[in-house]
């Protein structure tokens, strides 16, 4: 039986390799997830007490995704003020369900930016006037910079079948070695000298 300081070395390896093994890996490769299953298996698991960090982006309904589509990766969703990172052409949020605009908030849009209920009429207060408009802004560039406080663009996308339907799926890029939900980053599809921090979609509507 190993002793409690042999575990703790155990895991501080597996962790490390775990580490190096996600930073060089790209989207087309397995092995970073191969490599962290077959860790833990041979017992370096984390030493009794400690608790399992959650992984942004893992829980479907709350955080995003984690795979779709029959692909599935280990970056997480880029934060939205939906469910999902749904997003239109110019990356700014959509309703996952129906592709309707919504803001900031989630609340259904208009052309104007105005909010309004789902027959399309403005929403008003108790007496009668209309809702002020929320900012509207683009998940990528706009929204993770001020939320994270780094400097994040669109790059990279490639196309999965979904639906019955074309769903593009985007690369949000930046410099920062360490991804949303604290890994290392990957390179994935982003320009050099740029990761991915998180990923959002497009549907495309174009039939599949």
């Known amino acids: 039986m190993r002793s409690p ?13 775990a580490h190096g093994l996600a930073s060089r890996a790209t989207r087309r490769s ?12 041979v017992g370096a698991a984390p030493a ?6 959650r992984v942004y982006g893992t ?39 129906d592709g309707r605009p919504i803001d900031d908030r989630g609340r259904l849009v208009d052309a104007l930016g105005r909010p309004v209920d789902e027959a399309g009429a ?11 408009k929320a900012p509207r802004t683009r998940l990528c ?19 999965r079948c979904c639906d019955n339907q074309i769903r593009k799926l985007a ?5 920062s070695r360490v991804r949303i939900n604290g890994d290392a980053s990957l390179r994935g599809y982003c320009r050099p000298g740029r990761r991915v921090f998180c990923v959002m ?7 599949c």
């Open 141 to 159: 560039e706009d929204w993770v910079p001020k939320r994270f406080g780094i400097t994040t663009v669109t790059q990279g996308a490639w196309y």
């Open 30 to 41: 397995f092995l970073a997830a191969v490599a962290a299953g077959a860790l833990a298996l």
């Open 48 to 53: 009794e007490g400690a608790r399992r960090r």
């Open 5 to 17: 300081d042999g575990e703790r070395a155990i895991d501080r390896t597996a962790r490390g390799l």
């Open 171 to 175: 690369d949000c890029c930046s410099t």
């Open 59 to 97: 829980r479907r309904t709350k955080q995003g995704w984690y795979g779709f589509c029959g692909h599935t990766w280990t970056t997480g969703s880029c934060p939205a003020p939906g469910p999902l990172p749904r997003v239109d052409p110019r990356g700014y949020p959509v309703r996952p369900t």
């Open 201 to 207: 979609y497009v549907d495309t509507g174009v039939p």
């Open 122 to 132: 403005p929403l008003v207060r108790r007496d009668g006037t209309p809702l002020p």
